[in-house]
């Protein structure tokens, strides 16, 4: 006797079940993955929770910029705001080379690669967090919060952060983090960001989602209101304490003499800053930004333009104290030795696109929708000497974090689905 047939709207129910499940299960994780944009201070540390207090503090560093030739000690103790869209991924792996070789402990995100961004960093976000820990060395994705930073380093620890021209750094974050900000998605014409800047605040709403992406994004992530009016007295008193906290400020359109700067800070050796570039984009079809549309772009990034402009004009001084001469040769080492350890570790020599990459350890993440974001090809035949430096240079974030025991379960979940749903 044959088992009796389903009746179609059975299926279709347990389809129609099924999907509802499904769909509920990936709001709920995406709710986790990515919190409510104008989050508060409410979840930060209470402020009796004990902060960092180490029993020895490692030895002041002797200032090198000044020319001496005064012995110092390389600082381990470091703080990394690492800002969108500003070669910081660069220098991300730079820092996690270094604290893995001197056996240094890294503030890790407990899930993600982020600190719960855009909300508040708070010392509870940290993955195996305990009252009265230190850590030396914070450099993920966060919403910068003072205190709660301080509170997990230890008082002698150096603070840095990296930014960039506005309007280039916009015309980045638009191409990149469009497909997830809904205010971009009512542009129909073949070049949008175009289309947005003619009349940005048709199209932007501060309270979007996702919305900080689109306007003075370095203000925002440095902690600051980027909705203020440019002409607000609290626009130059931001700045004036960002310039007091932060020890040096890079900019990315000069990263080789931000490097030698910062190696002259902490008393590094050459190897230690060497670099790939990394998290790179594939350049876009549409034409950069340029004339008219660059002046429309610093406009709506005024916030970000006075910043941009403040530390400009001091990183130059850095550079007039250091040397000019000076600089000029240590930068031409810093580039002789990064073409040298690009003959050695890179096959081909030049990044490639994601479809080419043969090792999937060495794949980078991509943006929502599209494989953008350029990698590279390990050499199948390095020396001993190289073998394992030319690997950590070329490993993405997502990989080296996992590399250096970070829990990283929601963004591994996040991959999965998208891998799934091929987004």
Request: glycine share 6%; aromatic share 12%; net charge positive.
């Amino acid at each position: 006797m044959l088992p009796p047939q389903k009746k179609p709207w059975e299926s279709m129910a347990k389809g129609l079940v099924l999907g509802a499940l499904f769909t509920s299960f990936l709001l709920l994780v995406y709710s986790y993955a990515v919190p409510p944009l104008h989050a508060g201070l409410a979840s930060t540390t209470p402020e009796a929770a004990a902060s960092c207090s180490p029993p020895v503090l490692e030895p002041e560093a002797v200032n090198r910029a000044n020319g001496s030739a005064g012995e110092c000690q390389p600082r381990r103790n470091i703080v990394f705001l690492k800002t969108h869209k500003t070669a910081s991924s660069t220098l991300l792996n730079i820092l996690f080379r270094f604290g893995q070789k001197h056996r240094l402990k890294f503030a890790f995100p407990n899930g993600r690669n982020d600190f719960d961004y855009p909300t508040f960093f708070a010392r509870s976000l940290v993955q195996d967090y305990r009252p009265g820990a230190c850590f030396n060395i914070i450099c993920n994705h966060m919403r910068f919060h003072y205190d709660e930073v301080r509170g997990l380093v230890p008082p002698n620890a150096i603070f840095i952060t990296v930014l960039r021209d506005p309007a280039r750094l916009f015309e980045s974050s638009f191409h990149y983090f469009g497909p997830v900000v809904p205010l971009t998605w009512k542009l129909s014409g073949g070049d949008k960001l175009a289309e947005f800047l003619q009349d940005p605040d048709r199209y932007y709403d501060p309270n979007g989602f996702n919305a900080h992406y689109l306007r003075n994004l370095l203000f925002f992530d440095l902690g600051y209101d980027n909705g203020l009016d440019p002409g607000s007295p609290q626009v130059q008193e931001h700045i004036l304490e960002v310039e007091r906290r932060f020890h040096l400020v890079l900019l990315q359109e000069y990263f080789d003499e931000s490097l030698v700067l910062l190696k002259d800070l902490l008393c590094w050796e050459l190897e230690d800053v060497l670099y790939f570039k990394l998290n790179a984009r594939r350049d876009s079809p549409v034409p950069r930004l340029s004339g008219e549309m660059y002046g429309r772009a610093t406009a709506w990034n005024m916030l970000d333009a006075h910043l941009y402009r403040h530390f400009n004009a001091s990183f130059w001084r850095k550079v007039e104290a250091f040397g000019q001469e000076r600089m000029a040769r240590e930068v031409a080492a810093l580039r002789h030795a990064n073409e040298r350890m690009r003959t050695i570790c890179i096959d081909g020599g030049h990044a490639v696109d994601a479809a080419a990459i043969q090792d999937e350890a060495m794949q980078p993440w991509q943006p929502l929708g599209t494989k953008s974001i350029l990698g590279y090809n390990l050499k199948k035949s390095i020396g001993q000497r190289h073998a394992q430096l030319c690997r950590r240079m070329l490993t993405p974030e997502i990989q080296y974090l996992m590399d250096l025991g970070a829990n990283l379960w929601v963004t591994k979940l996040w991959k999965f689905i998208r891998d799934f749903l091929r987004w």
